[in-house]
Structure formats: C-alpha cells, structure tokens
C-alpha cells in the first residue's frame, strides 16, 4: 500500500518487526504483555470501515497470524497465555491500528484491561530483540 506514514505515538511506544501484506507490525514495548499491534499502511485510515471489504478480511487474517506471532513472542517471555485480546480503541491515537495482545491470569491487569492500567516496562534490549526474531518467524517474515 502506498502513501503510509505512522502516527509517532506508535515509534515511541513500539518496536518494528516487520511488514504484512497489508499492515506494519509493530511490538509494544511493555515485557510485561505479548502485544504486537497491527497497523494498515495507508494514510487516513481512523476506523475498520474505512477499509475495503478486501482490507478488512486481510486485517482479520493478519490478526489471526499475529495471534500466533504473540504467542511466540510469550515463549520468549517464559509466560503462558489464556486469552488472546484485540482491541482497535483509538481513542488516543487516530490512526487505525488494532492491537493483539496475549492475557494470563495473574498478569499486572487481569482481568480488567491493559489500557489506562499502569506504566509499562520496557523490554531489555536483549529480550526484545528476541521477542521481535519470535515474531518475525511466526509470521514468516
């Protein structure tokens, strides 16, 4: 897709990992969560249906890759996974993205949401850059 540029809320709370079909992917940086957030590549996308009905299947197959690639991502973290969430809030940041995350109980906001839940932890450089080759692979990128 052409003519895409990022939010910068997203560089400052994330880490790429790569590039789908249709959206960025990018890992969140909270260790405390599997959370990958998929962002489709065109400007002025605010809501699922400003996509095409072809965009929108593509995003739910993406979300569904990426909710191996989380789980991926949660073997590196050494935490099993109960649930996994998807949320395309936007609230605070416009641009259509849709976050998936892996939930566990016990997690530091079980079982309320992770949103507004505290501050996050960021990822040790060495983790994260692990997390983010666990991601890749799952999503064969």
């Known amino acids: 897709m052409a003519d895409f540029s990022l939010h910068p809320a997203f560089p400052a709370s994330s880490h790429a990992v790569g590039e789908l079909e249709l959206c960025h ?3 969140h940086d909270d260790a405390r969560y599997p959370w990958l957030v998929l962002i ?3 400007d002025g996308l605010v809501e699922i249906e400003d996509l095409s009905p072809e965009g929108r299947a593509a995003l739910t197959d993406e979300a569904v890759a990426a909710g191996a690639a989380v789980r991926a991502v949660a073997r590196v973290l050494g935490v099993a996974i109960d649930k996994l969430n998807l949320g395309a809030l936007g609230n605070v940041t416009p641009q259509l993205h849709v976050h998936v995350l892996g939930r566990r109980a016990g997690d530091p906001a079980w ?4 949103w507004g839940h505290s501050a996050g ?4 450089e ?4 692990a997390a ?3 991601a ?3 999503l064969g990128l």
């Open 111 to 114: 079982p309320g949401p992770v």
């Open 25 to 27: 992917v990018r890992l």
């Open 121 to 124: 932890v960021p990822y040790p």
């Open 132 to 134: 983010i080759a666990a």
């Open 40 to 42: 489709p590549r065109a």
């Open 136 to 138: 890749r692979e799952a």
């Open 126 to 129: 060495d983790v994260r850059a």
